[in-house]
Each structure stands twice: as C-alpha cells, then as structure tokens.
C-alpha cells in the first residue's frame, strides 16, 4: 500500500484525486492546503502565473517531504501535487492532503509540508502584471 503521492503536471490539479489517496477507515482526519492563484500581490494587479520547475529535483524533495512528515508525524498518507506553466486567476498551483487518525498531526503536517515545500523545492514562480513581470522567491 502507498501512503505517499507526488505528482507534477501541466494538467489541472485534482483534489478529489488528492483526498481520495489519503482516505483511510482508520483516520479521523484529513487535511487540505489547496493554494490558489489570486489577482493581485503588492499592491499590484496580477495577470496569471507561470510556474517553473526543474522536475526530476523537485520530485525528489517532495518526496523527502512526504517522507519527513509520515516519519515525524503520527500521519497515515500524504499526497503533494504542483502544478507547473501558465496558470490563470483561480487556478490551483498546489494541494497537499493529509491523513491522520487525530486532526492536530494532520494539520500540523500539512503545514509542514507546504512550508517546506516553499523553502527547498526547486519550483519558480513568475507573476505577470499589466505593467509587466516579476521572478517571485527564485530560490533554492
């Protein structure tokens, strides 16, 4: 039985795919993180995204992720998808599902796991504007 998902896709994320692999009868709780791209960000109006990835580094460090957190968190599964390319108002560049059989450990690995995912994974985002462009959080 899996208990880790990790998937990187131009195609539209899914979260019933998500919450679907994390469901368990043995859980109690299952946690969301669906981020959304949103229409504006220092006081300036956004157009769309597009998101980079060099994906065979990525999907190792999500990976690690997912492992860190089934390791150090009294988890069931874990599910982290990333979308990557142009991405429109509304649309979901990430979701990250958790299962737990108690909702703090659920909750507090979900947020580990966006978190870090922001900090060490090789995912760049470009934000355009009416006015023009920007590289956003060009790291790691």
């Not at 999907?59 to 982290?80: G, P, V």
């Not at 703090?104 to 355009?128: G, H, M, N, R, S």
Request: hydrophobic share 40%; aromatic share 10%; charged share 20%.
């Amino acid at each position: 039985m899996s208990t880790i998902s990790i998937h990187i896709s131009s195609e539209k994320l899914d979260l019933q795919t998500c919450y679907d692999f994390v469901a368990d009868p043995s859980c109690g709780g299952i946690a969301v993180f669906v981020g959304t791209v949103r229409n504006a960000t220092q006081n300036k109006e956004v157009t769309q995204l597009d998101f980079s990835t060099y994906k065979p580094m990525a999907i190792k460090e999500m990976q690690k992720i997912a492992a860190y957190a089934l390791a150090n968190f009294s988890i069931k599964k874990i599910a982290i998808h990333h979308a990557e390319g142009v991405l429109s108002i509304g649309d979901i560049p990430v979701i990250i599902t958790v299962s737990s059989p108690h909702r703090k450990a659920a909750f507090e690995a979900c947020q580990y796991a966006i978190d870090t995912l922001k900090e060490t994974v090789p995912i760049w985002k470009k934000e355009f504007f009416s006015d023009g462009e920007v590289w956003v959080n060009a790291h790691p």
